[in-house]
Nanobody, 125 residues
Framework: QLQLAESGGGWVQPGGSLRLACVAS????????IAWFRQVPGKERAFVAV????????NYADFARYRFTVSRDNSKATAYLQMNSLRSSDTAVYFC??????????????????WGQGTQVTVGS
């Protein structure tokens, strides 16, 4: 099992940037693909981005492509989500999630075995 902890959330004005971090502990971080999801009250968790075990493969939701960048540093057991040009519609709790096995860019949330507690991102003036 992998323990995950997100950080880096907060309040930012529209057009601003935030960098979220997902620090892992437990088993070998490099065995896991890492995804970011987000959730607003009353809605299901929505996929944001995913990165493969070695970091060479990435996939993004349409709303995140060209504004968000997912990355990882296996030596630090940490994944990142750089978010630029933030909009009010990006306001949500952001979660990182992990699963072992062959990389798949289209796994639904319930396929991920390990989750962080989430970090709140609020975009407002």
């Amino acid at each position: 099992q992998l323990q995950l902890a997100e950080s880096g959330g907060g309040w930012v004005q529209p057009g601003g940037s935030l960098r979220l971090a997902c620090v892992a502990s437990g088993r070998s971080f490099s065995d896991y693909q890492i995804a970011w999801f987000r959730q607003v009250p009353g809605k299901e968790r929505a996929f944001v981005a995913v990165i493969s075990q070695t970091g060479d493969l990435r996939n993004y939701a349409d709303f995140a492509r060209y504004r968000f960048t997912v990355s990882r540093d296996n030596s630090k057991a940490t994944a990142y989500l750089q978010m630029n040009s933030l909009r009010s519609s990006d306001t949500a709790v952001y979660f990182c999630a992990a699963v072992r096995g062959c990389y798949s860019a289209t796994l639904p949330p319930d396929s991920y075995t390990d989750w962080g507690q989430g970090t709140q991102v609020t975009v407002g003036s």
